[in-house]
């Protein structure tokens, strides 16, 4: 059984008369482990399909299976749970909370878990450190660079050590050298085991993943997988193979 | 493959204490904002606590006031105008004599103690000045016990004096004060008994003194002066001395103390014969019965009032029953007297305590509602602000109920800093009030007042928090993750 398993998800948003298929009949397998970005152009349903992944969100129809747990079955409550114990969030817009500094940001989702103080500290402490930013725990998130303040978002999204990790375009705001690095965290991330889905519309930053899946209207348009599992599977890619890195 | 167990679904609320510091931060955050808002419940707390120590004060006082006049089985009888039906009977009224006294202790076993009483408006002089009162009575020696009077210098008049009809006098602490000077004025007290006193130019000789009478309050003060003045003795000469409020400007608590201090006794017979019989040497009193000469007869001099112990209070319309039987037969059915009870006056002040209470917690009351509204309002003025905020806490894993905790958590704080700020205020308040409006009833701030003060500002603050609390927690998460 995958980690993720979304199942004919469409969203539909009403506006008056008009009926807008944000997603259109969306299946999708994510495994333990996997590294995928979900590419597309603007206002083709990234969003919608991260935050229907992230229990952000639920469908119009279909069904999504996470971790064993169907979503669309689960209260407002263990929904809460779920995002909380087994999802992970980086944000575009970093969405540190300004009136905390950043060990307080980091400690946040732990406050909701029921972690103690001084382990909350420590945690914090920790998942700081693995992004390197312990030294600036007392900082404002506004008094940190972009890719500073994503760092810290990428510390609070481990913090409670999810199953899967949603990066919603995390280096739309930052410039070229501080997305490298920051795409460069998540690849060593990966690489520790850890399963992150990241949103885009840029190509080159797809480019770092192995299995990519484009989104189109709401549809998934074409699905490229380059790991040794997809390849054995025979997953053929539609459209012409980007390079890999 | 996924081999986790599935128990994350336990899901535990956040903690309080962190939710505590987060709201107490955000009301940090906004300092005056904040302040502003407590503004109505520090109001509303205070007026609630102020207003109950008042009323508690007056209440106190009205309760000594009324056992300094003698207590509740006490009654008064005294005269009264005819009723219309019977004005043609006017002069054949005979009014309340000494007849009535003896028919009284003889005929009616509910009244322990019968004290007859004739006033004697008088100018008192001596000492080189004069002191007018309407206080001085002739009486019986047991007027002492019936009007809780206490001696403390000298001695009352006894019967035998009573019978002789000697010009003897005890007088009380004002006439004193009058006519040879307070205490406070003299630097010490005077005691004049064995000196000579011109009762409306009669020469008598007082006999006794009564101690002063006054409210605890006044004492209180008193006491704090006399000790403040020791303390300072380098403006001694300065000190005509803190004056002994005389009390003429004083409620009806601390008039009830200046009359029974302004009281004058002397005996009944000799209050008679000096100024109301001119020659007549017939005493009268139970002793010798007048009775040869009934009613109407001017042998039988009419009494200002009298004054009944009844045996038990609970037996009091009983007990006015069979007065009122005695003397309808010894008035030949002419209803020329009226009972006069403190029950009327306790009910009075009751009454009276009620509505001061009602009417300052309604004022505290509206307080509160508007400062409700005031934190309701800024709490929804806040969510506004924060629809990211509770979007980003619900994408770490806040519940709805964490979100709804949390807002009602802030709101309840400052509606509590405001309780607590509400209070210290109310000392202030109260101290306010009672150098505004000085009177002998200090403001009484109980621990209950407070409480029950306190307790309401956190109803306030809970019901104002419940609907801003119930639309942050119903943000959708999405929404407030796009709002810019
Ligand atoms: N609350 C909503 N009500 C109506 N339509 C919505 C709503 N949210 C999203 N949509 C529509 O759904 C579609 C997909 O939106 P979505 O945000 O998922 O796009 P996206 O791929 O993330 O775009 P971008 O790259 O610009 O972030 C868009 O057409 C958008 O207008
Ligand atoms: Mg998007």
Redesign the pocket.
């Known amino acids: 059984m995958a980690l993720v398993e979304l199942r004919n998800v469409s969203?539909i948003?009403?506006?008056g008369g008009e009926e807008?298929?944000?997603?259109d009949n969306v299946s999708l397998d994510i495994e333990e482990g996997e590294f995928i970005s979900i590419i597309?152009?603007?206002?083709?349903?990234?969003?919608?399909?991260?935050?229907i992944l992230g229990c952000l969100d639920t469908p119009t129809s279909g069904t999504v299976c996470l971790d064993g747990i169907m979503i669309q079955d689960a209260s407002q409550r263990e929904l809460a749970a779920i995002r909380n114990r087994k999802i992970g969030f980086v944000f575009?817009f970093f969405n540190l909370l300004p009136k905390l500094n950043v060990l307080q940001n980091v400690e946040l989702p732990m406050i909701y878990s029921g972690v103690s103080g001084g382990e909350r500290r420590k945690r914090a402490l920790a998942a700081l450190e693995a992004v390197d930013m312990v030294n600036r725990a007392r900082h404002r998130p506004s008094q940190l660079s972009g890719g500073q303040q994503q760092r810290v978002a990428i510390a609070r999204a481990l913090v409670n050590n999810p199953r899967i990790l949603f990066a919603?375009?995390p280096t739309g705001n930052l410039d070229s050298h501080t997305g490298e690095a920051i795409l460069s965290l998540f690849r060593k991330l990966n690489e520790e085991g850890r399963t992150i889905v990241l949103?885009t519309?840029d190509p080159e930053i797809a480019a770092v993943t192995p299995r990519r899946i484009e989104?189109r209207d709401?549809r998934i348009a074409s699905k490229i997988d380059l790991t040794l599992a997809g390849l054995a599977r025979g997953s053929v890619p539609a459209s012409p193979a980007s390079p890999v890195s | 493959m996924s081999s986790q167990p599935k128990d994350i679904l336990i899901h535990s609320s956040a903690q309080f204490g962190p939710t505590l510091i987060a709201g107490l931060r955000e009301i940090w955050a906004h300092k005056f904002r904040s302040l502003l808002t407590m503004l109505g419940i520090i109001l509303g707390v205070s007026s609630l606590v102020a207003m109950s120590a008042l009323v508690k004060g007056m209440e106190k006082g009205a309760k000594e006031a009324l056992i300094a006049v003698g207590g509740l089985d006490k009654v008064r009888v005294e005269p009264q105008e005819l009723p219309v039906e019977q004005r043609h009977l006017q002069d054949q009224a005979v009014g309340i004599t000494m007849n009535d006294v003896t028919v009284i202790q003889n005929g009616a076993p509910l009244i322990t103690k019968v004290s007859p009483e004739m006033r004697v408006p008088v100018t008192a002089s001596a000492n080189g000045k004069t002191f007018r009162t309407f206080m001085c009575m002739g009486v019986w020696p047991v007027a002492l016990e019936m009007m809780e009077h206490e001696i403390e210098h000298g001695r009352m008049f006894n019967e035998i004096d009573d019978e002789m009809a000697r010009s003897v006098c005890v007088i009380g602490t004002a006439t004193r004060n009058e006519l040879w000077g307070s205490p406070e004025e003299v630097g010490k007290e005077i005691i004049p008994v064995g000196e000579t006193i011109y009762l409306n130019g009669v020469p008598f000789t007082i006999i006794g003194m009564f101690k002063h009478y006054e409210s605890e309050q006044e004492r209180k003060t008193r006491e704090l002066q006399a000790k403040q003045a020791a303390n300072s003795p380098t403006n001694q000469l300065a000190q005509t001395g803190p004056q002994r409020n005389r009390g003429h400007s004083h409620g009806r608590g601390g008039w009830a103390f200046w009359i029974k201090n302004a009281t004058i006794y002397m005996p009944l017979n000799t209050a008679y014969m000096k100024f109301r019989s001119g020659v007549s040497l017939t005493g009268f009193g139970p002793r010798s019965q007048p009775s040869s000469t009934p009613s109407g007869a001017t042998g039988d001099p009419r009494l200002s009032s009298l004054e009944l112990r009844i045996r038990n209070f609970d037996l009091l319309p009983e007990a006015l029953q069979q007065v009122r039987n005695l003397l309808m037969s010894t008035h030949k059915g002419i209803e020329d007297f009226t009972f006069r009870t403190q029950e009327e006056w306790a009910e009075a002040i009751n009454t009276f305590i009620r509505n001061a209470r009602l009417s300052g917690s309604l004022i505290a009351g509206i307080s509160l509602l508007v400062g409700g509204i005031g934190i309701m309002n800024i709490m929804l003025a806040s969510i506004s602000e924060r629809v990211r905020e509770i979007g980003i806490r619900k994408s770490v894993g806040a519940s709805n109920g964490d979100i709804f905790f949390q807002i009602l958590v802030e709101s309840t704080v400052i509606a509590m800093l405001g309780g607590f700020l509400g209070l210290g205020t109310s000392f202030g308040l109260v101290k306010l009030i009672s150098t505004i409006s000085p009177t002998d009833n200090a403001p009484i701030v109980t621990a209950t007042a407070m409480l029950i003060a306190f307790g309401f500002s956190v109803c306030v603050g809970i019901l104002a928090g419940l609907l801003p609390a119930l639309k942050a927690s119903r943000l959708n998460p999405?929404?407030a993750l796009?709002y810019e």
């Open positions: 969203k948003y009403r506006l807008i298929r944000a997603l597309g152009p603007s206002g083709s349903g990234k969003s919608t399909l991260m935050h575009q919603d375009e949103v519309h989104i709401g | 999405i929404q796009r």
